[in-house]
C-alpha cells in the first residue's frame, strides 16, 4: 500500500477522533477515545522515523555517489 494514502488516512482518523472526543461527556469514554488517539499518533510517528531515515539528506545538499550510502 502506498506510504502517503496511509498517513492520509491516518490523520483523517485523528482528526475524527480528537472532535469525537471533544465531544464526549463522562471520563471514561475520553480515556478511551485518548488511548486510540496515542495509537494513531505513535502509528504516523513510525511512518515520519521512516520517512527521516530513508531522506537524510535535503534537495540542496551537493553530494557525490560516494557520500550516499545505498
Do not use: W
Not at 25 to 48: A, M, P, W, Y
Not at 56 to 63: A, S
Amino acid at each position: 500500500m502506498d506510504p502517503d494514502k496511509i498517513i492520509d488516512a491516518l490523520t483523517k482518523e485523528l482528526a475524527a477522533e480528537l472532535k469525537t472526543m471533544s465531544k464526549a461527556k463522562d471520563l471514561e469514554t475520553k480515556e478511551t477515545h485518548s488511548r486510540i488517539i496515542k495509537n494513531l499518533c505513535q502509528s504516523l510517528g513510525v511512518f515520519f522515523d521512516l520517512m527521516s531515515d530513508m531522506m537524510p539528506y535535503g534537495p540542496d545538499d551537493d553530494l557525490d555517489n560516494e557520500d550516499v550510502p545505498f
